[in-house]
């Protein structure tokens, strides 16, 4: 069964400063990826996908990821993090076969002056 | 469109009592997706519908638990009787059925729940 981990379960990065989160994937075939974010109080948006084809995926506010299947990684970055960007994050995978989403635990990003 | 709606934002209530969460979907949206979120337990799908059909509830916990949809614009999360543990934030989220293992999945903002 498909299944994602997230090993940090918070971070803190200074404001300016650039960003990754890290993202495990478990699955044989090529996966469907999302990274969605969950600011305080609110319910998940996402952030980006991957599918196919380039394996470096532009998202919204700034993030991008990186597919690389010979590490089964699917890391979150970004250059410059804004005190805005404090929120919780979340690496999915699409289920096989279904319109379910496997979410990870989420890692929580707390951003410091 | 409004995105997902959900009511009410914050339920307090006490053990024993039945509690009802609404939500609406986005419009043309066929996937209707319940889960709850806790500190513990981080966010569990509890259920999920398709065309107005429950697809898959093997997430549900115990049968206190219980979820409808009549129509493809309402759908309602009981609790019955609701116990303290029953606390955690319940979420509702819409997506387009359009491929599989690829939609994209839109959330509410969720129903905060405190049974006391």
């Known amino acids: 069964a498909q299944s994602v981990t997230q090993p940090d379960i918070h971070i803190t990065v200074s404001e300016g400063a650039s960003l990754e989160l890290r993202c495990n994937y478990s699955?044989?075939?090529?996966?469907?990826l999302f990274w969605y974010v969950q600011s305080p109080g609110q319910g998940l948006q996402l952030l980006l996908k991957?599918?196919?084809?380039?394996?470096l995926v532009q998202g919204i506010k700034g993030f991008e990821a990186e597919f690389k299947r010979s590490q089964s990684s699917f890391n979150l970055r970004k250059p410059s993090v804004h005190w805005s960007d404090a929120a919780e994050y979340f690496c999915?995978?699409?289920?096989?076969?279904?319109?379910?989403?496997?979410f990870g635990a989420g890692t929580r990003l707390f951003v410091k002056a | 469109d409004a995105g997902v709606i959900q009511s009410p934002r914050h339920e307090v209530t006490e053990m024993g009592q039945e509690v009802t969460l609404r939500c609406k979907p986005i419009s043309g949206h066929d996937y209707l997706f319940w889960y709850r979120q806790t500190m513990m337990r981080g966010l569990e799908l509890l259920i999920y519908f398709n065309n107005n059909v429950p697809i898959d509830d093997s997430g549900m916990p115990e049968d206190r638990f219980s979820a409808k949809m009549p129509n493809a614009s309402f759908s309602t999360l009981k609790i019955q009787p609701s116990e303290p543990r029953d606390s955690a934030v319940y979420f509702c989220?819409?997506?387009?059925?359009?491929?599989?293992?690829?939609?994209?999945?839109?959330f509410g903002p969720g129903t905060r729940l405190t049974v006391l």
């Open positions: 999915a995978v699409g289920d096989t076969g279904g319109f379910k989403t496997i």
């Open positions: 699955y044989g075939a090529t996966p469907y």
């Open positions: 989220a819409s997506s387009e059925g359009l491929a599989e293992s690829t939609d994209t999945q839109y």
């Open positions: 991957y599918f196919s084809g380039d394996t």
